[in-house]
């Protein structure tokens, strides 16, 4: 029961309409203040009746108003259905003086904070395109393109949107240790299987890509078995998405990548659905194999080094070529991206230490001076082994162990040369 229902029934209980002269109405439509005031004057205490002993404190004194609140108050007055006598010039210098004052500032403030969220918006626009496609397993790979750490991965995932139909298979081409299977395998983990197969000129890669006869474990015959690229198209014949990942696709023969050019051109079926085809080695009754999937479940790309192989014409038409130079800014972003996914607190400034000793090393291999240049695996390595999170403590690592390999050597003795030991040496520095 609230204060003014009691007060009300302390005044009807005392018969206060026919003491004070009012009605049952008045009682009704009126004010606490005006209920209290009947209370005591049936001599009542009112405070006692609404059940709290604390006095009521006295009412605040009415600030004095501006000509403009009067004039506000006014309008708010005549706004409700009571009469009020209004200067209508007033009320517009009021209403203009409350939005110069009041609204301008508010607005201002709003976009002030409009503007320092606008990179967060771009960050979620970027997540959203790479989510394109609705599935969860797609969220790592957008938060890595969102991240900007990663150059590679926002130039190939356009093109690469699991479980959707993928016409345009991508090949990249960059420096020696960009990155390049680093960035393919955070798109593959938006695919159910990424298999990645490494290629090479073996007269035996062929087997290897489609599968064949292997012996059995107790070496009691053979038994046949499907390669990687034959697992693949099983895989992806049951309805699983499947990345396929040629790395260092120029390093297989030019026999292999001919007998590649019909799997990698899609063949309309009966309903005129473009399938990947693949006849296998497993056979029935002496029939081979067939496996079929569709363009949706199985994707394919490439990654290579530009070197002194130039595969054929036939071959590089199945393929949309991206080429990456080398970039120092680009390289610290790849490296920022491999030390934060290892939890390395200084991630950023060791990514940039890294990509300048890598830039240097680099202009030390074009000269002699170096065997080879430091690539993105000496940082995976170092990170791998460093004795804590830090950048300090990877680098530490990096200097102490991980430049060897960078050493050329003279090939009549053996011994590493004084200039490549210098230029280790070098590194050593510019990464400490």
Same mark, same amino acid.
């Given at each position: 029961?609230?204060?003014?229902?009691?007060?009300?029934?302390?005044?009807?209980?005392?018969?206060?309409?026919?003491?004070?002269?009012?009605?049952?109405?008045?009682?009704?439509?009126?004010?606490?203040?005006?209920?209290?005031?009947?209370?005591?004057?049936?001599?009542?205490?009112?405070?006692?009746?609404?059940?709290?002993?604390?006095?009521?404190?006295?009412?605040?004194?009415?600030?004095?108003?501006?000509?403009?609140?009067?004039?506000?108050?006014?309008?708010?007055?005549?706004?409700?259905?009571?009469?009020?006598?209004?200067?209508?010039?007033?009320? &517009?210098?009021?209403?203009?003086? %409350?939005? @110069?004052?009041?609204?301008? /500032?508010? $607005? +201002?403030?709003? !976009?002030?904070?409009? #503007?320092?969220?606008?990179?967060?918006?771009?960050?979620?626009?970027?997540?959203?395109?790479?989510?394109?496609?609705?599935?969860?397993? &797609?969220?790592?790979?957008?938060? %890595?393109? @969102?991240?900007?750490?990663? /150059?590679? $991965? +926002?130039?190939? !995932?356009?093109?690469? #949107?699991?479980?959707?139909?993928?016409?345009?298979?991508?090949?990249?081409?960059?420096?020696?240790?960009?990155?390049?299977?680093?960035?393919?395998?955070?798109?593959?983990?938006?695919?159910?299987?990424?298999?990645?197969?490494?290629?090479?000129?073996?007269?035996?890669?062929?087997?290897?890509?489609?599968?064949?006869?292997?012996?059995?474990?107790?070496?009691?015959?053979?038994?046949?078995?499907?390669?990687?690229?034959?697992?693949?198209?099983?895989?992806?014949?049951?309805?699983?998405?499947?990345?396929?990942?040629?790395?260092?696709?120029?390093?297989?023969?030019?026999?292999?990548?001919?007998?590649?050019?019909?799997?990698?051109?899609?063949?309309?079926?009966?309903?005129?659905?473009?399938?990947?085809?693949?006849?296998?080695?497993?056979?029935?009754?002496?029939?081979?194999?067939?496996?079929?999937?569709?363009?949706?479940?199985?994707?394919?790309?490439?990654?290579?080094?530009?070197?002194?192989?130039?595969?054929?014409?036939?071959?590089?038409?199945?393929?949309?070529?991206?080429?990456?130079?080398?970039?120092?800014?680009?390289?610290?972003?790849?490296?920022?991206?491999?030390?934060?996914?290892?939890?390395?607190?200084?991630?950023?400034?060791?990514?940039?230490?890294?990509?300048?000793?890598?830039?240097?090393?680099?202009?030390?291999?074009?000269?002699?001076?170096?065997?080879?240049?430091?690539?993105?695996?000496?940082?995976?390595?170092?990170?791998?082994?460093?004795?804590?999170?830090?950048?300090?403590?990877?680098?530490?690592?990096?200097?102490?162990?991980?430049?060897?390999?960078?050493?050329?050597?003279?090939?009549?003795?053996?011994?590493?040369?004084?200039?490549?030991?210098?230029?280790?040496?070098?590194?050593?520095?510019?990464?400490?």
């Amino acid at each position: 029961m609230n204060n003014n229902t009691k007060l009300r029934q302390y005044l009807t209980s005392n018969n206060a309409s026919s003491t004070l002269g009012i009605t049952g109405r008045q009682i009704a439509d009126a004010s606490q203040a005006q209920l209290k005031q009947w209370v005591t004057d049936l001599g009542g205490d009112p405070v006692a009746v609404m059940g709290d002993s604390t006095p009521a404190p006295a009412p605040a004194p009415a600030p004095a108003s501006t000509e403009a609140e009067d004039t506000l108050r006014a309008l708010q007055d005549l706004l409700g259905g009571r009469s009020a006598s209004v200067d209508m010039d007033k009320v &517009r210098d009021a209403v203009q003086d %409350a939005i @110069a004052n009041d609204v301008s /500032p508010s $607005l +201002e403030k709003m !976009q002030n904070q409009v #503007d320092a969220l606008s990179p967060l918006a771009d960050t979620l626009d970027k997540i959203a395109d790479a989510m394109k496609g609705g599935t969860s397993s &797609r969220l790592p790979l957008a938060v %890595a393109v @969102a991240s900007g750490n990663n /150059p590679i $991965l +926002e130039l190939i !995932q356009p093109y690469y #949107d699991s479980g959707s139909a993928n016409p345009t298979k991508v090949c990249i081409s960059a420096p020696p240790s960009y990155g390049k299977s680093y960035s393919i395998s955070l798109l593959g983990q938006s695919y159910d299987h990424c298999i990645t197969h490494g290629c090479s000129d073996d007269m035996d890669e062929w087997h290897e890509i489609i599968g064949g006869a292997t012996p059995r474990e107790d070496g009691n015959g053979f038994i046949v078995s499907d390669g990687k690229l034959a697992n693949a198209v099983r895989l992806a014949s049951k309805g699983e998405s499947v990345l396929f990942f040629l790395d260092e696709v120029f390093r297989l023969s030019p026999k292999v990548m001919e007998k590649m050019l019909d799997f990698l051109a899609p063949q309309p079926d009966a309903d005129g659905i473009k399938r990947y085809k693949l006849t296998t080695k497993h056979n029935d009754k002496g029939v081979l194999e067939t496996l079929t999937c569709d363009m949706d479940n199985l994707h394919i790309i490439c990654a290579t080094n530009l070197c002194e192989v130039i595969p054929p014409e036939a071959f590089r038409s199945r393929f949309l070529f991206k080429h990456v130079q080398f970039d120092s800014a680009m390289v610290a972003n790849i490296a920022t991206s491999v030390a934060t996914k290892f939890g390395i607190t200084d991630a950023a400034d060791l990514g940039g230490r890294f990509a300048m000793a890598m830039e240097r090393s680099r202009e030390m291999k074009a000269s002699g001076q170096l065997l080879t240049s430091l690539d993105i695996r000496n940082l995976e390595t170092a990170c791998t082994h460093s004795s804590d999170n830090t950048g300090a403590s990877v680098l530490m690592w990096m200097c102490a162990n991980g430049l060897d390999g960078l050493k050329a050597w003279d090939s009549d003795t053996g011994d590493v040369t004084l200039d490549s030991i210098n230029g280790v040496a070098e590194l050593a520095t510019m990464l400490a």
